[in-house]
């Protein structure tokens, strides 16, 4: 289960990677994800600041459990809620957490197999929204692909065409 009090330092997505990489024994084609509940980010140099991630994608691949609620953009009243009225944003915030730890396996889901298809296929992220495999910014489009899950959609449904062709290459 998630848990939100832990603490909130940022660590440069990259640098930790680096120390993964140290730790483990690649071999070609292996997939090695670490979940962590350390807030990622990484370097923007077109901004020139650091952005909280939920995955960085590499060898090994990371995911930020606590980037779920850290790193994904809520909706934008939230922000001028959360100013005007801190004790009406502290609920949001609460529910979010809530809805993460309900469907925890299934936000999790997502990036694993985002992290699986950069391994293996070396595929960037996809331009269709629906897609399991899109870099999603807002908690909202993230929890609509789980609600999407949670509707027991087929699978082959949550991806793309040439998504859904490479999740059948894996799978065979």
Same mark, same amino acid.
């Given at each position: 289960?998630?848990?939100? +009090?832990?603490?909130?330092? +940022?660590?440069?997505?990259?640098?930790?990677?680096?120390?993964?990489?140290?730790?483990?024994?690649? $071999?070609?084609?292996?997939? %090695? *994800?670490?979940?962590?509940?350390?807030?990622?980010?990484?370097?923007?140099?077109?901004?020139?600041?650091?952005?909280?991630?939920?995955?960085?994608?590499?060898?090994?691949?990371?995911?930020?459990?606590?980037?779920?609620? $850290? /790193?994904? /953009?809520?909706?934008?009243?939230? !922000?001028?809620?959360?100013?005007?009225?801190?004790?009406?944003?502290?609920?949001?915030?609460?529910?979010? !957490?809530? @809805?993460?730890?309900?469907? &925890?396996?299934?936000? &999790?889901?997502?990036?694993?197999?985002?992290? *699986?298809?950069?391994?293996?296929?070396?595929?960037?992220?996809?331009?269709?929204?629906?897609?399991? %495999?899109?870099?999603?910014?807002?908690?909202?489009?993230?929890?609509?692909?789980?609600?999407?899950?949670?509707?027991? @959609?087929?699978?082959?449904? +949550?991806?793309?065409? %040439?998504?859904?062709? &490479?999740?059948?290459?894996?799978?065979?």
């Amino acid at each position: 289960m998630y848990n939100k +009090l832990n603490n909130n330092h +940022l660590y440069d997505g990259f640098r930790l990677q680096e120390v993964y990489f140290n730790c483990i024994k690649p $071999k070609f084609k292996e997939c %090695h *994800i670490v979940f962590t509940e350390r807030i990622v980010a990484t370097f923007d140099d077109t901004d020139k600041r650091y952005h909280s991630r939920v995955v960085v994608l590499g060898y090994p691949c990371i995911i930020s459990i606590k980037g779920l609620t $850290k /790193a994904l /953009a809520l909706y934008k009243d939230y !922000y001028n809620i959360k100013n005007i009225m801190p004790e009406v944003g502290e609920r949001i915030k609460e529910d979010i !957490y809530n @809805l993460v730890n309900k469907n &925890l396996f299934k936000f &999790l889901l997502k990036y694993v197999i985002q992290c *699986i298809f950069y391994i293996f296929f070396d595929e960037g992220f996809c331009n269709y929204s629906f897609c399991l %495999h899109f870099n999603n910014h807002w908690f909202s489009e993230v929890y609509e692909q789980v609600n999407n899950i949670n509707k027991k @959609l087929k699978f082959s449904k +949550l991806f793309c065409e %040439h998504h859904k062709n &490479l999740f059948y290459k894996i799978k065979n």
